[in-house]
C-alpha cells in the first residue's frame, strides 16, 4: 500500500518546540518533492513548506518562515517539518504530501499531490 504517514503532533505551550515526520511506505521518497500543508479549524488549507528532491531546495512561507525548518533524509524514506517558537495561529491539523521530481514545488507549495498522508494534529496553548 502507498502511503504517507505523519508523526509528531501534540499540544505545546506558545515558544515550543515539535518536530513533525512524515515516513513514505510502499514507495521511495528519493524521486519525489515533498511538501507540507495545514488546515486550522474553520479555514482552508495552506501551505507551509517544500523540499525539492534533487538538491534539497527549501521553500517556506512567509507566515512560517525563520521558526520552522522542513528537511528529508532519504535513507530512512522520512521527512520532517521542525517548528520551533510555535505560536497559537500555528494551530492546525498538519499534512505532508509528495508530488513526482518532475513537477516538484510551486515556492512553497504543492499544486497536484500524489500522495497525502492522514495529517497530525498540532495545538499551541498555555
Known amino acids: 500500500q502507498l502511503q504517507l504517514v505523519e508523526f509528531g503532533g501534540g499540544l505545546v505551550q506558545p515558544g515550543g518546540s515539535l518536530r513533525l515526520s512524515c515516513a513514505a511506505s510502499?514507495?521511495?521518497?528519493?524521486?519525489?518533492?515533498i511538501g507540507w500543508f495545514r488546515q486550522a479549524p474553520g479555514k482552508e488549507r495552506e501551505g507551509v513548506s517544500c523540499?525539492?528532491?534533487?538538491?534539497?531546495?527549501?521553500h517556506y512561507a512567509d507566515y512560517v518562515k525563520g521558526r520552522f525548518t522542513i528537511s528529508r533524509d532519504n535513507a530512512k524514506n522520512t521527512a520532517y517539518l521542525q517548528m520551533n517558537n510555535l505560536k497559537p495561529e500555528d494551530t492546525a491539523d498538519y499534512y505532508c504530501?509528495?508530488?513526482?521530481?518532475?513537477?516538484?514545488?510551486?515556492?512553497?507549495?504543492?499544486?497536484?499531490?500524489?500522495?497525502w498522508g492522514q495529517g497530525t494534529q498540532v495545538t499551541v496553548s498555555s
Open positions: 510502499g514507495f521511495t521518497l528519493d524521486y519525489y518533492a
Open positions: 504530501a509528495a508530488v513526482n521530481y518532475w513537477q516538484g514545488c510551486s515556492g512553497y507549495v504543492i499544486p497536484e499531490p500524489d500522495y
Open positions: 523540499i525539492s528532491h534533487g538538491d534539497g531546495s527549501t
